[in-house]
């Protein structure tokens, strides 16, 4: 009953959404002209299949600091949110998006937008993302991709909300930036898929958690509304 309540909820955003966008008066810009489903799973589009299948969670605030946001708490205005995509390419030094990296994307691509989602594609790189996230069932995670100085910045200068990886996040190799995470109630989307077929700007992420109460990870769907 849970999850038949979920996707209808979930239906209900997207059905809002859609009918804005066509209502009269809208203009170009504001044209979304398909959504890309970024759940990772098989069958990922039926209702048990995110109970059980899906391979894409949600890090909520309360998995890195008890008492902080669990999954079902995150309000949902920060469930509906801008879509950016940065590139991480396999010649990064340690993999990660560094300052210099958000610098080289502003400059090319504007500034990021205030409470955005921050997305991480993997390129060129020798592994496969799809078969990447195998790892929830029990293979290593991956560090955060991200440096913690350019986490810092993203929240603190850019008001970033949350952020969308396609591997596991391992946080055990840097508490400190889990913390900073926690704190301003950033939750992290992990087991993402379908990178490749998003823009670097433009969309829009909704990001639709199962109603858990127990923290740590928890099931859920992710779409992109894509200009």
């Given at each position: 009953?849970?999850?038949r309540?979920?996707?209808?909820?979930?239906?209900?955003?997207?059905a809002i959404?859609?009918f804005?966008?066509?209502?009269?008066?809208?203009?170009?810009?504001?044209?979304?002209?398909?959504?890309?489903?970024?759940?990772?799973?098989?069958?990922?589009?039926?209702?048990?299949?995110?109970?059980?299948?899906?391979?894409?969670?949600?890090?909520?605030?309360?998995?890195?600091?008890?008492?902080?946001?669990?999954?079902?708490?995150i309000?949902?205005?920060?469930?509906?949110?801008?879509?950016?995509?940065?590139?991480?390419k396999?010649?990064?030094?340690?993999?990660?998006?560094s300052?210099?990296?958000?610098?080289a994307?502003?400059?090319?691509?504007?500034?990021?937008?205030?409470?955005a989602?921050?997305?991480?594609?993997?390129?060129?790189?020798?592994?496969?993302?799809?078969?990447?996230?195998l790892s929830?069932?029990?293979?290593?995670?991956?560090?955060?991709?991200?440096?913690?100085?350019?986490?810092?910045?993203?929240?603190?200068?850019?008001?970033?909300?949350?952020?969308?990886?396609?591997?596991?996040?391992d946080?055990?190799?840097?508490?400190t930036?889990?913390?900073?995470?926690?704190?301003?109630?950033?939750?992290?989307v992990?087991?993402?898929?379908?990178?490749?077929?998003?823009?670097?700007?433009g969309?829009?992420v909704?990001?639709?958690?199962?109603?858990?109460?127990k923290?740590?990870?928890?099931?859920?769907?992710?779409?992109?509304?894509?200009r």
């Amino acid at each position: 009953m849970r999850i038949r309540s979920f996707i209808i909820a979930y239906a209900l955003v997207l059905a809002i959404l859609l009918f804005a966008d066509r209502r009269p008066g809208s203009t170009q810009q504001d044209h979304y002209s398909h959504v890309v489903d970024l759940t990772d799973g098989d069958n990922a589009a039926s209702p048990r299949a995110i109970a059980r299948e899906s391979r894409t969670h949600i890090i909520a605030p309360d998995a890195l600091i008890p008492g902080t946001w669990a999954a079902g708490q995150i309000p949902a205005e920060r469930l509906v949110a801008p879509l950016i995509v940065m590139d991480l390419k396999a010649a990064n030094e340690g993999h990660q998006i560094s300052l210099d990296d958000i610098a080289a994307w502003e400059s090319h691509n504007g500034m990021i937008p205030q409470g955005a989602v921050v997305a991480i594609r993997r390129t060129g790189a020798t592994t496969n993302p799809s078969t990447d996230n195998l790892s929830m069932s029990g293979m290593s995670a991956t560090p955060f991709p991200i440096t913690r100085g350019a986490a810092q910045f993203l929240i603190d200068a850019r008001y970033t909300i949350g952020f969308a990886v396609e591997t596991p996040v391992d946080f055990t190799s840097d508490r400190t930036l889990a913390r900073q995470l926690a704190l301003r109630g950033a939750y992290v989307v992990e087991g993402a898929a379908r990178f490749t077929s998003l823009p670097a700007t433009g969309s829009l992420v909704i990001v639709a958690p199962a109603k858990n109460r127990k923290p740590g990870e928890a099931p859920v769907r992710i779409l992109a509304m894509v200009r």
